[in-house]
């Protein structure tokens, strides 16, 4: 197709409902796998698994330095990492986290979460209707990355609230409350880093104390990209959990056979989740620009043009997963990139999929039924998966 055609052959701004969207990406994996949007300044939106998979691992191809996300993000405050530098220069930032996300770091961690969890979860199972994703998983998520960040109780209640407002003005899209919860944001990175260097911690078990003394294993980090990379786990820490909780409850809801089943087998949860990250991945907005001239599927695509990678569609790619509208839980092996793959893959997805399994299991175990009561809204855009999931329960 030439170049001149590529004009607005996706459209983002669809009214989203939760079904839909899988039947639009199927269409376009089918008719259009690499598609040209007009919106958001211009863009392109891959569809395909494989041709995700190639723009997230040729770093050299497709750079995570500029126009990353879709729409840009606010760089008032300049660049934030990891996400917003490419290898060799990304591995500075990423070596010393990955140690305090390890999955033996998060067993230690697991009883208070579940102790979060019950917290948020067992008034809200009394009252009998409440709203799962604003009442329950924004607030999980961000009170779990307060956790990880070693924050006393008074700091973790201020730094959650102020999370929670910057993700639902970016899912409302207001970009002028997207700036001013940025700066707050930043004011709570400032704050929290500043306090942590007074007092540092065990680097292994402590992501503020890794960044700041980063320089005893590698490349040091200055003080104010270590800022810069809290900030950015504050936002990061909000999407994925939160989409993907809503996604599950709604799912769950409108399958009370699935319901019991996991209720009387709560050792399957892990398996679910995984195929529910499969089914519900919530990334959308991230994306890569071409370095230089590139082809995709014989799309022409040229140099400094965003390219998003539309996880949800990857991750029902009939050329990948067999019946890929089905849920089942003993998919194997089930090869879902929810997390991303090559150097940018999640760093935090041993944590993400601890909130999932824990954020799951409670709503479970503290009810003896639940249904949705309304209408499911969703996210506008930014990330898959609900913005609002009002449950009616029947406690246990």
């Known amino acids: ?97 990955t140690p305090v996300f390890a999955k033996s770091r998060m067993a230690v961690l697991e009883p208070e979460l579940r102790r979060f969890a019950d917290e948020l979860i067992d008034p809200l199972i009394a009252a009998g209707h409440f709203d799962y994703t604003l009442d329950f998983a924004e607030y999980f998520a961000a009170r779990a990355f307060g956790l990880i960040l070693k924050l006393p109780l008074d700091m973790m209640l201020r730094s959650r609230e102020v999370q929670v407002q910057y993700y639902r003005a970016q899912m409302a899209m207001d970009k002028l409350k997207v700036v001013e919860w940025s700066d707050r944001l930043y004011e709570v990175a400032k704050e929290i880093v500043f306090a942590r260097k007074q007092n540092l911690l065990n680097p292994d078990e402590d992501l503020i104390s890794a960044l700041l003394l980063a320089g005893e294993r590698g490349e040091a980090i200055p003080d104010d990209m270590v800022v810069a990379s809290i900030r950015q786990f504050l ?23 699935l319901q019991q089943r996991l209720r009387e087998n709560p050792d399957r949860i892990p398996d679910a989740v995984e195929e529910f990250l499969r089914l519900y991945s919530p990334y959308r907005v991230f994306a890569r620009t071409a370095t230089h001239d590139v082809e995709i599927r014989d799309r ?57 399994c824990i954020g799951v299991e409670a709503l479970l175990r503290k009810t003896k039924s639940f249904e949705l009561a309304g209408d499911v809204k969703m996210t506008d855009w930014l990330e898959f998966g609900p913005s609002s999931t009002p449950l009616r329960a029947v406690p246990a």
Not at 45 to 72: C, L
């Open 1 to 97: 197709m030439a170049q001149q055609e590529a004009v607005n052959e996706f459209n983002p701004h669809y009214e989203e409902t939760f079904d839909n969207s899988h039947v639009y990406y199927e269409e376009m994996r089918a008719k259009c796998p690499v598609a040209h949007s007009e919106s958001f300044g211009g863009f392109w939106a891959v569809f395909k698994y494989e041709d995700i998979i190639r723009v997230q691992t040729e770093h050299e191809t497709f750079s995570t330095a500029e126009k990353n996300v879709v729409p840009p993000a606010t760089r008032n405050q300049g660049k934030r990492p990891p996400l917003h530098f490419d290898p060799p220069e990304h591995d500075t930032y990423r070596r010393p986290v």
């Open 235 to 257: 936002s990061a820490s909000q999407a994925a959990p939160g989409a993907v909780l809503g996604s599950i409850a709604t799912h769950l809801a409108r399958d009370q056979e």
């Open 300 to 356: 022409q695509i040229p140099a400094g043009e965003p390219i998003a990678m539309i996880f949800p569609s990857a991750n029902r790619d009939e050329d990948v997963f067999e019946n890929p509208h089905e849920f089942n839980m003993d998919r194997k092996p089930n090869k879902h990139i929810a997390f991303g793959r090559g150097p940018h893959r999640c760093p935090a997805a041993s944590l993400a999929r601890l909130e999932l």
